[in-house]
Structure formats: structure tokens, C-alpha cells
């Protein structure tokens, strides 16, 4: 018989400002890393103002990580010092591995009616790949595949496999997964995990309940360990993103956009940056 994960941890998002003066909510990040790991941040950044988001994310360097968003209305412009550039839409993903280094701006521009839905997830990458060759993995929302499951819950599967369909992201250090789930009124989810991996929650819309506490937009539930996690709806629907991941055990040395494993590393890192030698491929 599987295990269910109880809750370990509930936290709510909390507005904060970042890049050159964009609104979001944080949800976790910066203080409790380690209960997270492999993941390392999470920020909600919807929003009706345009004031909110518009001043973006300016150029600006990552090494060691990977950062993912997911946008669910409006477009975010970007652009590295690899010579990459484009446009992330409504349902879109871009998953980057920054890897041994890049410096990129991010600059969101909403839509028609000045909407901007999305989501940055940051993942760690091991010691021995922190240094790995940076690369980009851009898809599109056609490329991500839907199921709905017997009980009416529509999955939209970025990473990972469900029901024996597989998400469009594979090959990454941290085996993740990354899904947009749905579920109708008056039913119970039940979603088989790894054992030992981490696993967590956050509800972007309607309320239920996550192994019996109640949730709702904004919240954040992490499980405890087990082989599988559950939710349940009453009279409302319930849409969360379900995010899982192998930890990885190892020492975290974060300074703003750098994340190492040791200080000398992080040092290392900035003196590079600062001397216009941080970028090693071209």
C-alpha cells in the first residue's frame, strides 16, 4: 500500500521587489533553501499593472543554476550575451541551464489588456555540473502535452510522466517534474511519487485541501516523504503547479544570482564578472 506524504511546511507568498523595481510575490527563497532542495526560489509574478513589471529584469549574470518560467498570459522578451534572444508567451516555457555562466536580461511586456500571469522557478545544479556548458531549452505551449485523468483532472505535463505521457523537458540532473494541474470540484487527486524526492504545491487558483489542510491561491504546500501525494475539492475547482525533485545533499553558497557551493566560489564568480571574464563559452 503506497504511503501519502503529509505536510511537512504551508507558506503563504509574500509581495516583494525585485530586478529594477518589479512587483511579485515570493513564495520561497533566500531563507529556506535547504527544505526545498534541489529548488531554490519561487516567485509569482501576475499582475493586472503594467507599473508592476514593466521596469523587467535588466542584464543581469546567473552561474550554477537553472531558472525556469512558465508563463501563463502576456510576453516576456529576452535576450544573453550568447547572442540569444525571443519571446516567451501565454502558455510557453523556457527552462535555462546557466550553467558555467550568462548574463541575460528578462523584460516582461504584458498583454493586449495589460495582463502578466507567470511563474520562476529556480533549480540547483550538483557540483559537477555547476561549470556544465549553458544552454537553453524554449517550448512553446503547443509542444506540451494535456491528459485528463478518469476523475475529470486535466494535467498539463512540462516535465516528467504521467499516465504514460512524458513532458517535452528530459535529460535534466535533477529528474524533475513539472505539471499544471486542474482538478473539478467534489474530487480526490492522487499523484504517485518518488520516494525520496522532494515534493511540493502551489495553488494558483480555487481552494481545497492537500493531506487535510485547507489551501488557496498563493499557498505553497511541501510534503513529507512518501509514494504518493493527494488532494481533494469540495464545491470549488483546484488548479496548483506540482513541482518535484532529487535533492541534491550539497552545500549552498548563494549570493544573488550565483549559487556555488563554497564562498571562495562565489568570490571567484563576481571577481570574474567584474574582470568581463565570467562568460567561458561563446
Not at 501563463?72 to 527552462?95: A, R, T, Y
Not at 485541501?209 to 488557496?216: D, L, T, Y
Request: aromatic content about 8%; some cysteine; hydrophobic content about 40%.
Amino acid at each position: 500500500m503506497a504511503a501519502t506524504r503529509k505536510v511537512k511546511l504551508v507558506l503563504t507568498s509574500v509581495p516583494t521587489i525585485e530586478g529594477a523595481g518589479v512587483h511579485l510575490k515570493r513564495v520561497f527563497g533566500f531563507s529556506n533553501e535547504t527544505l526545498f532542495d534541489p529548488f531554490l526560489l519561487l516567485d509569482d509574478f501576475r499582475s493586472d499593472t503594467p507599473a508592476h513589471y514593466l521596469k523587467g529584469f535588466p542584464w543581469h549574470p546567473h552561474r550554477g543554476i537553472e531558472t525556469i518560467t512558465y508563463v501563463l498570459k502576456g510576453d516576456v522578451e529576452h535576450g544573453d550575451s550568447l547572442g540569444n534572444s525571443g519571446i516567451i508567451s501565454s502558455g510557453d516555457v523556457q527552462w535555462m541551464t546557466a550553467g558555467s555562466g550568462i548574463v541575460h536580461q528578462e523584460m516582461p511586456k504584458g498583454a493586449a489588456d495589460g495582463a502578466m500571469y507567470g511563474f520562476q522557478l529556480w533549480a540547483n545544479l550538483p557540483a559537477r555540473d555547476k561549470m556544465m556548458v549553458p544552454r537553453y531549452r524554449d517550448i512553446s505551449a503547443g509542444q506540451i502535452p494535456e491528459i485528463q485523468t478518469d476523475n475529470g483532472t486535466r494535467i498539463k505535463i512540462i516535465a516528467g510522466t504521467v499516465n504514460a505521457v512524458s513532458g517535452p523537458v528530459t535529460g535534466i540532473v535533477i529528474d524533475p517534474e513539472y505539471l499544471d494541474c486542474s482538478v473539478p470540484p467534489a474530487t480526490r487527486f492522487r499523484h504517485a511519487t518518488t520516494a525520496d524526492h522532494t515534493v511540493f504545491i502551489y495553488v494558483i487558483a480555487g481552494a481545497g485541501r492537500a493531506a487535510g489542510v485547507e489551501v488557496k491561491n498563493g499557498m505553497l504546500v511541501l510534503f513529507d516523504q512518501g509514494d504518493e501525494m493527494a488532494v481533494s475539492t469540495e464545491k470549488e475547482p483546484l488548479r496548483f503547479l506540482l513541482c518535484s525533485g532529487k535533492p541534491l545533499r550539497e552545500p549552498i553558497a548563494w549570493r544573488g544570482p550565483i549559487v556555488m557551493n563554497s564562498e571562495a566560489e562565489l568570490d571567484l564568480a563576481f571577481r570574474e564578472f567584474h574582470a568581463g571574464t565570467f562568460i567561458k563559452q561563446r
